[in-house]
T-cell receptor, first 113, second 114 residues
Framework: DSGVTQTPKHLITATGQRVTLRCSPRSGDLSVYWYQQSLDQGLQFLIQ???????AKGNILERFSAQQFPDLHSELNLSSLELGDSALYFC????????????FGPGTRLLVL | DQQVKQNSPSLSVQEGRISILNCDYT??????FLWYKKYPAEGPTFLISISSIKDKNEDGRFTVFLNKSAKHLSLHIVPSQPGDSAVYFC?????????????FGGGTRVLVKP
């Protein structure tokens, strides 16, 4: 158990809908990262927040947004969902903003029908 | 543009023997390298890491070697155990914008036979 929690574990929704994925980092970690794992793209970095502030953005679609709240939990919002958004979404956390180990949650499996 | 590559999609090894997993990278700005283990339906589990200023790091049965001039790293698992059967990902970390991100290889599926 990494100490990172994610909810929900599974999500099934329809195209065009909007969903919110939630992540709580390990106790004491200030950085939260979101990654997407799809069959054809592997594990891809989406976005990083540090202590409530966006720090780095990767291949995140404009239909997706994230935020980190004062209690350090984070939410990833996915809107206007398409079939191709079906994937595993992982949250990870680390102590600081520098390079180093990131600890991953169990993931949310999203299926868009 | 695959900056981190694991060229062997799978590896089969006998219990008790050594497993060697390889990873190549292209970006010389990476300064920290990590190995993760992943079981189906679970998140990646951090195994071991190495800073770019070192060439070896050991933790129990796991040793990571870094050859900066060749832009190559490897993970050695000795002795291999059936519970080691999983997908292993190599990842490289580097500063990006005002933060950092992990860039992952495609993974190597390891099967340890009893």
């Amino acid at each position: 158990d990494s100490g990172v929690t994610q909810t929900p574990k599974h999500l099934i929704t329809a195209t065009g809908q909007r969903v919110t994925l939630r992540c709580s980092p390990r106790s004491g970690d200030l950085s939260v990262y979101w990654y997407q794992q799809s069959l054809d793209q592997g594990l891809q970095f989406l976005i990083q927040y540090y202590n409530g502030e966006e720090r780095a953005k990767g291949n995140i679609l404009e239909r997706f947004s994230a935020q980190q709240f004062p209690d350090l939990h984070s939410e990833l919002n996915l809107s206007s969902l398409e079939l191709g958004d079906s994937a595993l979404y992982f949250c990870a956390s680390s102590v600081g903003v520098g390079t180093g180990a990131q600890y991953f949650g169990p993931g949310t499996r999203l299926l868009v029908l | 543009d695959q900056q981190v590559k694991q060229n062997s999609p799978s590896l089969s090894v006998q219990e008790g023997r050594i497993s060697i997993l390889n990873c190549d990278y292209t970006n010389s700005m990476f300064d920290y390298f990590l190995w993760y283990k992943k079981y189906p339906a679970e998140g990646p589990t951090f195994l071991i890491s190495i800073s770019s200023i070192k060439d070896k790091n050991e933790d129990g049965r796991f040793t990571v070697f870094l050859n900066k001039s060749a832009k190559h790293l490897s993970l050695h698992i000795v002795p291999s155990q059936p519970g080691d059967s999983a997908v292993y990902f190599c990842a490289a970390n580097g500063f990006f914008a005002a933060g950092n991100k992990l860039t992952f290889g495609g993974g190597t599926r390891v099967l340890v036979k009893p």
